[in-house]
């Protein structure tokens, strides 16, 4: 049996056997912006699945069985630009969150009685949807134009990397920063040209997932919940969904998806280790760490350079790549005077 409300824009599939995702959903719903379906059973919604494309599944993985990993599994290989939000009881998961993160799962709700932190997931899927649609319909209007379709992607994901920067004052130029970071470390390895420009891009749109994350969260001055942090880590894989839709952006893909994975497999949203980790995703690592100690936030300001050079030194093999990190920390100790001109220029 299934519950449905009539809409003409963003048609969700929710699957979920007790607390009513209706209930916490009631403001968006009624709006002519929403359609909701809800199905007590994953088996049941698959029918559903097959005949009508949805944006958003909202599936209830408090428990988590095998059948539900292939269902799900099915579910992507259908439809890789549906925005899947799960349901997870966190002290009663089964299976580590990096192999569901493998299905490019873009969001995780922590299941209670009211669901009270839902409605912010759906509003990150809602804008995550909205800026993939603007670039699609650019590709299907220009597609026939290389070098007009290559000028028009280009500006519209700048114009969001200006967005997301703009959110807030403190990470102003933050990604201007981290692209010349990179691309100083790569050549002090020898990197080709290709390599660099890649660096350079690479780290220009690295952050480009939070365009679909709450500004609720984003720009939250406290203590971010382990939900909210959990909805903050997923922005490599909304970046990677972001820029899948325009090949010119292939190579930089593997840099937004795997920023934040760590040489010691900690990091996120995988948790790759070491050699898996593509190599250019390792040195913007390096980069996007240096600017973020190293620049104002609400909560501090800049770090000692001292500190940060120990950090450098404590965590290599860690948390970095122990050659990118000697390589970095030899510039910071021989020729600060070229961070000290890109710091003076973003």
């Given at each position: 049996m299934n519950n449905k409300l009539d809409s003409s824009n963003y048609k969700i599939l929710a699957v979920e056997n007790g607390t009513s995702i209706q209930d916490a959903l009631k403001k968006m719903?009624?709006?002519?912006?929403y359609s909701l379906t809800e199905f007590k059973t994953l088996k049941s919604a698959l029918k559903e699945i097959d005949s009508t494309s949805f944006d958003i599944l909202i599936l209830d993985f408090s428990t988590i069985t095998e059948s539900k990993l292939e269902m799900l599994k099915s579910i992507r290989e259908k439809d890789e630009n549906v925005y899947i939000i799960l349901l997870i009881n966190s002290q009663k998961l089964t299976i580590p969150l990096k192999d569901l993160k493998a299905?490019?799962?873009?969001g995780y709700c922590e299941k209670d009685d009211k669901l009270e932190q839902l409605p912010l997931f759906?509003?990150?899927a809602v804008k995550s949807i909205d800026q993939m649609k603007i670039i699609k319909n650019i590709n299907d209007e220009l597609i026939e134009s290389k070098?007009?379709?290559e000028k028009a992607y280009l500006e519209s994901i700048e114009t969001l990397r200006y967005t997301v920067e703009a959110k807030d004052r403190y990470t102003h130029g933050h990604s201007d920063r981290v692209s010349a970071y990179s691309v100083l470390i790569g050549k002090k390895l020898g990197l080709?040209?290709?390599?660099l420009n890649t660096l350079k891009i690479g780290g220009l749109f690295h952050d480009i997932g939070k365009i679909g994350i709450s500004d609720a969260i984003?720009?939250?001055n406290g203590k971010l919940t382990d939900a909210e942090y959990s909805e903050i880590k997923n922005h490599p894989v909304i970046g990677k969904n972001i820029l899948s839709n325009a090949a010119i952006f292939e190579n930089i893909i593997p840099i937004v998806l795997y920023h934040h994975e760590r040489y010691d497999g900690k990091g996120y949203p995988y948790g790759l280790q070491d050699s898996s980790i593509p190599f250019l995703a390792r040195i913007v690592s390096v980069a996007d760490s240096f600017d973020a100690m190293t620049s104002r936030r609400s909560y501090r300001g800049e770090l000692d350079l001292e500190y940060v050079k120990n950090e450098f030194?404590?965590?290599?093999g860690t948390q970095f790549d122990p050659v990118i990190a000697q390589i970095f920390l030899d510039i910071l100790n021989t020729e600060y005077h070229l961070i000290a001109?890109?710091?003076r220029s973003h």
């Amino acid at each position: 049996m299934n519950n449905k409300l009539d809409s003409s824009n963003y048609k969700i599939l929710a699957v979920e056997n007790g607390t009513s995702i209706q209930d916490a959903l009631k403001k968006m719903v009624r709006s002519s912006k929403y359609s909701l379906t809800e199905f007590k059973t994953l088996k049941s919604a698959l029918k559903e699945i097959d005949s009508t494309s949805f944006d958003i599944l909202i599936l209830d993985f408090s428990t988590i069985t095998e059948s539900k990993l292939e269902m799900l599994k099915s579910i992507r290989e259908k439809d890789e630009n549906v925005y899947i939000i799960l349901l997870i009881n966190s002290q009663k998961l089964t299976i580590p969150l990096k192999d569901l993160k493998a299905l490019s799962v873009q969001g995780y709700c922590e299941k209670d009685d009211k669901l009270e932190q839902l409605p912010l997931f759906v509003e990150a899927a809602v804008k995550s949807i909205d800026q993939m649609k603007i670039i699609k319909n650019i590709n299907d209007e220009l597609i026939e134009s290389k070098e007009k379709l290559e000028k028009a992607y280009l500006e519209s994901i700048e114009t969001l990397r200006y967005t997301v920067e703009a959110k807030d004052r403190y990470t102003h130029g933050h990604s201007d920063r981290v692209s010349a970071y990179s691309v100083l470390i790569g050549k002090k390895l020898g990197l080709s040209n290709e390599d660099l420009n890649t660096l350079k891009i690479g780290g220009l749109f690295h952050d480009i997932g939070k365009i679909g994350i709450s500004d609720a969260i984003l720009l939250k001055n406290g203590k971010l919940t382990d939900a909210e942090y959990s909805e903050i880590k997923n922005h490599p894989v909304i970046g990677k969904n972001i820029l899948s839709n325009a090949a010119i952006f292939e190579n930089i893909i593997p840099i937004v998806l795997y920023h934040h994975e760590r040489y010691d497999g900690k990091g996120y949203p995988y948790g790759l280790q070491d050699s898996s980790i593509p190599f250019l995703a390792r040195i913007v690592s390096v980069a996007d760490s240096f600017d973020a100690m190293t620049s104002r936030r609400s909560y501090r300001g800049e770090l000692d350079l001292e500190y940060v050079k120990n950090e450098f030194k404590t965590k290599s093999g860690t948390q970095f790549d122990p050659v990118i990190a000697q390589i970095f920390l030899d510039i910071l100790n021989t020729e600060y005077h070229l961070i000290a001109a890109i710091k003076r220029s973003h």
